[in-house]
């Protein structure tokens, strides 16, 4: 079948098509990080008491983007890929609107709701609660799109040809990821720099100003732009159609599982913090057994329920071919690699700022340091790619895992308070060019090993372990931290840091055994790199990208 296409349509016009709205999918997924105190401030709310309800409006779209990848995938292998990708683009574009009118209209429906159930709500707090539902829905849209590329890459693509292509696509989704956060900054702070420039020149037509829902109003244009361009893209592109039926025990099991776990880790690492209020940060609720006692128990549901039917989620069996098991376990480790590399970098300039006064000052200089990590890993996507078709999976994965090993192991040898923002900078790059090397030859890996029936669920593992990786990795990689941070502080300092012990000997001293900690993770993520050589040498064969 693929020969065929690649007679009847260009490829690699159809993935640059498909591209797009990949993009803006992925810009959504941390696009709120950059304004999300001001949606707080413009409805109304306290800041300190309702930042924990309002970060699921960042882990909602995170955990929705899972569980849309996770079924989404089965379902393009059933009904065809267009279908599919055409789905998805309309829901993301009913999310956006849900987002952007969620004062209105969505707020009166739920408030009607609310009073018809004998409540009293805060509008405030309804209005966040439609915002939350609006991003779950962009989310199930969003999230189905990379894995449907993906396996729109096997598609047109012959195996030994896929590595390159699959680097583009892990490319442009990482970067978009990358870039959500300023994108959004940018344009929040420009819409309120020139507001009076917009008043003036909108008032007329009777358009208020724009500001952070102006966002979720451009996503419409640009999302059906994104659709012309995929119908025109696969107009030639047949569509393969498995056999079966949809598995809706198994798909309910796993979400089950996804969210309680999420439920169960708790909560979001605050990367504002400053050495006067690490202390604060160190009161974190602990984990919630229940929860991920029910996460435990679901996913153990889900393997019984997969191995016992016709037409499964996900077939077990898949995970006796090696490309696919290595690649799915090494995939865990660099996503829990990764989280290291995005909270520790903010963490160590926030510690560093001597007051709350420079923290804008703080949040510029944690976007450039970041850069140095997550740019090098989007576009070291696509030379991976390359790589992985000359010198094979293998190898390509493991000069990758070396490079984020030397990277680590620096960060753990070289963490101080007072060290340069170079030295930084360059380790990180070493991270990311080592972390964005392995994101094609393991995309390869894994989807060449699936059959045709099966590889949109293949793509969907892909991207889902790497998320799975990264959200273990928030809750443990805390824990351990303020934990470590405290008990060398009892040691070493006499106790925690309190408000009549703050001198800036003090703090200082405290800051220094926090940056230590962060050092300590760094060797933490050079550990996991070590053992994730180990199934990257005997999962992966010899062959190139095919």
């Given amino acids: 079948m693929t020969e065929k296409v690649t007679r009847t349509v260009n490829p690699w016009l159809v993935l640059g098509l498909i591209c797009l709205p990949v993009f803006i999918g992925s810009l959504d997924l941390t696009i709120v990080s950059a304004f999300l105190p001001e949606i707080l401030v413009k409805l109304g709310l306290p800041l300190q008491s309702s930042l924990d309800e309002a970060s699921w ?38 999310g956006s609107v849900l987002v952007a009118t969620a004062h209105t209209w969505p707020t009166d429906g739920l408030y009607v709701i609310a009073r018809r ?61 990358v870039l959500g956060h300023l994108y959004g900054g940018i344009l929040v702070n420009f819409f309120a720099t020139h507001q009076e420039t917009f008043t003036n020149l909108l008032g007329g037509l009777g358009w208020p100003p724009p500001d952070w ?58 990367v504002s913090l400053s050495p006067t209020n690490l202390q ?10 229940t929860a991920l006692i029910i996460s435990l128990v679901a996913l153990l549901g889900f393997i019984l329920v997969e191995s016992r039917l016709g037409d499964p989620l996900i077939r077990l069996n898949m995970f006796r071919r090696r490309n696919l098991a290595a690649g799915s376990i090494i995939n865990l480790f660099i996503g829990f690699c990764l989280m290291i590399g995005l909270v520790t970098v903010p963490i160590l300039v926030n510690v560093r700022v001597p007051d709350s006064s420079q923290l804008s000052d703080a949040a510029l200089q944690t976007g450039i340091l970041l850069s140095a990590l997550t740019v090098p890993m989007a576009l070291a996507a696509v030379p991976g790619g390359w790589l992985s078709d000359r010198i094979g999976v293998r190898y390509t994965t493991l000069i990758g895992l070396v490079l984020a090993i030397i990277g680590f192991g620096a ?81 070493e300092l006499g106790g925690t840091l309190d408000s009549a012990a703050q001198t800036m000997d003090f703090i200082n001293a405290y800051a220094g055994i926090a940056v230590r900690v962060l050092g300590e993770l760094g060797l933490i993520g050079a550990v996991l790199c070590v053992l994730a050589l180990i199934p990257a040498w005997i999962g992966f064969s010899k062959e190139k990208a095919a």
């Fill in 280 to 289: 604060e940060v160190s009161n974190l609720p602990p984990l919630n057994g």
């Fill in 57 to 94: 409006v960042v882990s909602g779209y995170l955990l929705a983007y899972a569980i849309s990848m996770m079924f989404m995938g089965r379902v393009s292998d059933l009904i065809g890929r267009r279908k599919v990708y055409v789905a998805c683009l309309l829901i993301f574009v009913v």
């Fill in 411 to 491: 960060v753990w040898q070289t963490w101080t308070l007072d060290m340069p923002d170079w030295l930084v900078a360059t380790e990180m790059v070493f991270i990311g060019v080592g972390i964005g090397l392995t994101f094609s030859p393991i995309s390869a890996a894994v989807i060449n090993s699936a059959d045709e029936d099966n590889r949109g669920v293949a793509s969907a593992l892909v991207i889902i372990l790497r998320l799975i990786g990264m959200t273990v990795a928030v809750a443990s990689l805390t824990n351990f931290a303020l934990h470590r941070i405290n008990q060398l502080a009892s040691v």
């Fill in 117 to 177: 159930m004998g409540h009293r709500p805060d509008r405030a707090e309804i209005t966040l609660l439609a915002i939350i539902i609006g991003r779950v829905v962009q989310a199930l849209g969003a999230g189905a799109l990379v894995p449907v590329s993906l396996a729109l890459v096997g598609d047109l693509f012959p195996p030994e040809r896929r590595a390159q292509p699959l680097g583009v696509v892990g490319a442009v989704d990482t970067l978009g990821w």
């Fill in 213 to 270: 829902r102006t966002l979720f109003w451009i996503n419409v244009p640009l999302t059906l732009i994104g659709l012309a361009f995929t119908l025109y893209a696969l107009r030639n592109v047949p569509e393969h159609r498995a056999k079966g039926r949809f598995d809706i025990v198994g798909t309910i099991l796993i979400a089950a599982s996804l969210i309680a776990l999420v439920v169960g880790l708790g909560g979001n690492v605050d």
